[in-house]
């Protein structure tokens, strides 16, 4: 017999009722770990375990619980797997966290490229869906790929810092296109500033 999940229709209090945030994530742990215990007893049919909303709560609770002399407790940040391996949604395996500075979400990021010529319509030209851990500098050259194969190639391209790398700059000046941005600081030469290109004229930028 599985008893009532007594989390499945209930949110998490605001966060600055701690303690009873916490008292109630142990409780809806608890839950949890009782539907598995029962879906992984020798007497439940072998079936139930390939079921992917039971797969999907054993991932994320062996993510987010653990077990110290049968005492269940919230994992703590350090003691949780990285962000680029870390199940954070029962909907969708691969969405993943993401921080750019002092942003933070939860899903994917997307790398958006516009035509921002002065005399003519601003056009988004390509859109690339990614992980949101790791870095952009490898998206650069997939949007030149991309508009590559379109025929949309710009002369020049703007870019934010995020996408700027000598790497980056020699792989766009081999396909022709002039990548100008900020590059990001030589933390090599501490009080010294980051070099900086200027583009006095744009095609394309690509964002997140």
């Known amino acids: 017999m599985i008893r009532p999940v007594r989390g499945a229709h209930r949110g998490l209090p605001a966060a600055q009722d ?57 994992r703590t940040p350090d003691e949780q797997p990285p962000g680029t391996i870390r199940q954070i949604s029962p909907y969708d395996g691969d969405a993943r966290s993401g921080t750019m500075r002092d942003s933070h979400w939860n899903g994917y990021k997307v790398h958006l490229t ?18 949101s851990p790791g870095s ?34 020699a792989r766009a000046d081999r396909r022709g296109i002039e990548l100008l941005g900020p590059m990001m600081p030589d933390n090599a030469n501490a009080g010294k500033l980051g070099r900086l290109a200027v583009a006095s004229r744009c095609s394309a930028e690509p964002e997140t």
């Open 18 to 74: 701690k303690a009873e945030r916490i008292r109630l994530g142990h409780e809806i742990g608890a839950d949890g770990y009782g539907v598995l215990r029962a879906v992984y007893s020798e007497s439940a049919p072998a079936w139930l375990r390939d079921i992917a909303a039971v797969q999907n709560l054993r991932h994320v609770w062996i993510q987010q619980y653990v077990t110290i002399d049968d005492q269940l407790r919230w």
């Open 114 to 131: 516009e035509t921002c010529d002065t005399d003519a319509p601003h056009l988004i030209t390509n859109v690339i869906t990614a992980s």
């Open 136 to 169: 952009d500098y490898e998206a650069a050259e997939q949007v030149h790929e991309a508009l590559a194969a379109r025929e949309l190639t710009s002369a020049v391209h703007l870019a934010d810092r995020g996408y700027m790398s000598a790497h980056d700059l």
